[in-house]
Each structure stands twice: as C-alpha cells, then as structure tokens.
C-alpha cells in the first residue's frame, strides 16, 4: 500500500510537470497576438473552453469534494490562472464582434461552473457529490484533449505533419498517460478515463507524427502557427485548408 502511495503522488507530480508545458503552449500564441496588436483569425473559444475544464477539475481535486487528489487541484489551478490570461488578452485585441462572442461563452462557462458549484455544495454531499463533478469534470477533459482531432485529420489527408508539432504531441501523450496512471492507481475513474483517452490520442499523433515526420511541406509559417492550429485557433488560411480537403469528399 505505502508502494502504491508513493507511486500515486510521483505520476501526480509527473503530471502536473507535462501538463504545466501544455497550458504554457498558447504562450507562443499570445506573444504574437500582444506584439501584432491583434487576433487577426486566430479563435478564441478553445481558451474559453479550455478554462472550464481547469476550473471544473480543480473544484474536483479540492478535498471536499474529492479526497486525495490536491495534484489535481494545483496543476488545473494553475492552468485556470493562465487560460484566464489568455482569455482577457484576447479580449483586449479581439474585433468588436468576436469580442462579444467571446465575452458571452465566457459568461456561459463561468455559470456553469458556478452552478456546478452551487449545487454540490448546497444539495449534495459525500460520494454523491464527487460524482457530480467528476461528471462534469471527466466530460469537459475529453472534450479538451479531443479538440486536435480535426488537425489528425488534415495530416492523414495531407500527408504532411507541418501544422501538427512533435513536442506538443508528446505532452499531450505524457500528461495524459501519466494522470490515467495516477487515476488508476487512486481507483478514480473520474481521472482515469479521460486522461486515458487524452493518451490514446496523444498515442495516434505520435504515431502519425513517425509516419509522415518527412513530409513537413517546404513552407513553413513558424511555430506560432503550428501552436495555435494544435489549439485549433488556426488562422483563416489554414481554417480553409482544412475545409477545402473536406469538401473533396462526401461530408461526415
């Protein structure tokens, strides 16, 4: 059982590290935003998105409502304080009409959290209570670590890993298999499942990563653009890129 602890707080520890690398990524982003002075195409909503899942699993880590698990709370703490950043940076350079997009999903996430909140701690209490917000938590996980999906998808129909980079896919393969460890270990499917998916698709990037990783297409538009479209905050060119590879076939 000591093993078994010891081994708990060290994945905890390990994944708070590669997930910390995973919130400091938009950085490259926002850098670009600030010294352009604007957001010109980038989207915002996966940062707001991004902030409800952080705020839903650090409520879930706190020890009244889930005991044992505080590395939770700490590492998507952490990660609430930065996607707010980034959010309100975006705020500051979005056009008017984005920015009133965005400021209304951000009132939406902001009660939702609240309402999550409010009722699991004025109507339920115990066990029940860790399972509502691990619901609420474990939906918005899978929901975070799925958004590169249609970037997989570019890069098998493109053949080329130009706007799917390699270290990003591998924090997203690290964090997610080291929090599905941690949530095995503490019996909490809440953590485990999620995190379990995040590492299966972090799995399926590297994996494409090695075989297309010599098809990185000649022009190159640097690491910001690279970050953002992971984030799917891709500028309009590589947003049109995308539909126009869809278009050539029978739509989903």
């Known amino acids: 059982m000591a093993i078994i602890k010891i081994l708990h707080t060290l994945f905890g520890i390990f994944g708070n590290v590669t997930g910390l690398f ?15 002075k604007s ?18 699993s650090t409520w879930y880590g706190l020890p009244f409502v889930s005991p044992n698990n505080i590395l939770v709370s700490i590492i998507n703490g952490t990660g609430a304080g930065l996607e ?3 959010v309100l ?45 691990g619901f ?3 939906i918005f996980s899978i929901i975070m670590y799925g958004s590169p999906l249609s970037i997989m998808r570019l890069v ?3 053949k080329s890993v130009e706007y799917m980079p390699f270290f990003l896919s591998l924090f997203v393969f690290l964090c997610g298999t080291s929090w599905f460890v941690y949530g095995l270990l503490g019996k909490d499917p809440f953590i485990a499942v999620p995190n379990g998916v995040g590492g299966l698709l972090g799995t399926a990037q590297l994996i494409l990563y090695a ?27 590589n947003k049109d890129q995308l539909l126009n590879t869809q278009n050539g076939d029978a739509k989903a």
């Open 22 to 36: 995973l919130f400091l990524a938009p950085m490259i982003t926002f850098k670009r935003v600030i010294m352009n």
């Open 39 to 56: 957001t010109e195409q980038f989207s915002g909503i996966p940062y707001v998105m991004t902030l409800l899942n952080c705020l839903l």
């Open 84 to 86: 707010t950043f980034y």
């Open 89 to 133: 940076t975006f705020l500051i350079f979005a056009p008017k009409r984005e920015k009133a997009k965005i400021s209304g999903l951000l009132f939406v996430v902001l009660s939702i959290f609240s309402t999550v909140a409010l009722v699991s701690m004025l109507a339920l209490h115990g066990n029940k209570r860790k399972i509502f917000c």
């Open 136 to 138: 609420a938590a474990a």
């Open 156 to 158: 098998i129909k493109t």
């Open 211 to 237: 075989i297309y990783r010599d098809n990185k297409g000649k022009d190159k538009k640097g690491e910001e653009d690279k970050i953002a479209n992971m984030e799917l905050g891709k500028p309009q060119e």
